[in-house]
């Protein structure tokens, strides 16, 4: 089903957006409603007897605003926003005769990051009861 969008609030068969509606629109092209369940599970990979399904987390967050005001004699107005799209790899779904079993991806960085800080730890402990 698609809908025609128009700048024209008087003509009664179209949807009307605002400024910002049809720029986050224009901005994704659809990426964030066009795709469905294929933006989280990606398509299959056949390997040997066996399937392999990607899955994702996607998130989006947006932010528009615009102001008007000033001093008097000064007159000012402006606008912005900005977005931020983050996907996330999760693991993936191994799928075999004997059924079929998730596996999760971990990030290597934040394990490092996560066992050097735990090292500090334990080391600064050991020092502060020397």
Do not use: C
Not at 7 to 16: A, F, K, L, Q, V
Not at 112 to 122: C, E, F, K, N, S
């Amino acid at each position: 089903m698609s809908e025609a969008y128009s700048d024209d609030p008087s003509d009664p068969g179209e949807t009307h957006d605002s400024a910002a509606q049809r720029l986050i629109r224009e901005i994704l092209g659809g990426s964030l409603t066009g795709g469905g369940v294929s933006q989280v599970y990606g398509a299959h990979i056949d390997s040997g007897d066996r399937k392999i399904v990607p899955i994702a987390k996607i998130g989006s967050t947006f932010g528009f605003g615009s102001g008007a005001g000033g001093r008097p004699g000064n007159d000012g107005e402006g606008g912005g926003g900005g977005g931020r799209i983050n996907v996330q790899p999760l693991g993936y779904l191994e799928i075999t005769e004997a059924g079929s079993k998730f596996k999760p991806v971990y990030d290597v960085t934040k394990l490092g990051i996560l066992a050097i800080l735990g090292g500090t730890l334990v080391l600064l402990a050991i020092i502060r009861r020397s």
